[in-house]
């Protein structure tokens, strides 16, 4: 969880504006860190503690656990502007973050990253509104493997 905060809040700028320890009636502790993303948009993040229905080495990365690559299912984020995604770029790469090339998409251009727990996180300028062409869109795409971030 100390991994995700300073992602999160450190890095991309997330501020937390709710944290929960609930007790598990079983037995255990579940901590929840909610993050805004903007927009009225949160991400949540659990921790559980003792808690005898948890496997203590569980796949927090969700692909894993799904037996599908990493990435297969992520979070995608809106930039405002093309500056804003360079931006964007330029403080991961500055925080010892691995981050992709440029994408371009057509409709957006975007970034990839792995955050702590093994998730995918896509941020993207949308260049033009979607239309009718994007719905049977076909493209080639490599499957990666990417290291997660680490605190420097």
Not at 29 to 53: A, C, H, K, S
Not at 66 to 75: C, E, K
Not at 118 to 124: D, K, M, R, S, V
Request: charged share 20%.
């Amino acid at each position: 969880m100390e991994k995700t905060i300073w992602f999160y809040r450190d890095v991309l700028g997330f501020a937390i504006v709710a944290e929960q320890n609930a007790t598990v009636a079983e037995g255990g502790i579940v901590r929840l860190v909610y993050f805004d993303v903007g927009e009225g948009g949160f991400i949540v993040f659990m921790q559980g503690t003792n808690v005898p229905q948890l496997p203590v080495d569980f796949d927090t990365g969700i692909n894993g656990q799904l037996g599908v690559p990493p990435g297969m299912y992520h979070y995608a984020f809106k930039e405002s502007s093309l500056e804003g995604l360079s931006a964007r770029r330029d403080q991961l790469e500055n925080a010892g973050v691995q981050v992709s090339d440029l994408v371009d998409h057509g409709y957006a251009q975007a970034i990839y990253v792995m955050d702590p727990n093994g998730l995918q996180l896509e941020f993207c300028w949308q260049v033009r509104h979607f239309g009718p062409q994007d719905l049977s869109q076909s493209s080639v795409v490599t499957v990666a493997d990417p290291e997660p971030p680490r605190k420097p």
